[in-house]
Nanobody, 121 residues
């Protein structure tokens, strides 16, 4: 079994900061690309940030300069540091990872259950 579990969401005032965490667990051989997506009511799911196995990153234009994605391979974890949060950032944030399981040679896409981020005064 492989699963992704997010944490760190919550209610924050505009201009505040949050640090989201996502930890992968289970029968894992290797984790490749990891990323964060978000979806707000009435909007299409949006890529927030991704980070490859070699550390390359990519960010959505709407969060550039305010968000930093990082990973800790020893902990099978990916993080999203969000600063200067705006009400428009309110959404369910979902972790994604491309994972190769032990005792198998295929890579699969896995998704977490999501963590809610609400930016409001």
């Amino acid at each position: 079994q492989v699963q992704l579990v997010e944490s760190g969401g919550g209610l924050v005032q505009p201009g505040g900061s949050l640090r989201l965490s996502c930890a992968a667990s289970g029968s894992i051989f290797s984790i490749y690309t990891m990323g964060w997506y978000r979806q707000a009511p009435g909007k299409q799911r949006e890529l927030v940030a991704i980070i490859t196995n070699d550390g390359s990153t990519n960010y959505a234009d709407s969060v550039k300069g305010r968000v930093t994605i990082s990973r800790d391979n020893a902990k099978n974890a990916v993080y999203l540091q969000m600063n200067s949060l705006k009400p428009e950032d309110t959404a369910a944030y979902v972790c994604n990872a491309q994972i190769q399981r032990r005792f198998g040679g295929y890579k699969y896409e896995y998704w977490g259950q999501g963590t809610q981020v609400t930016v409001s005064s």
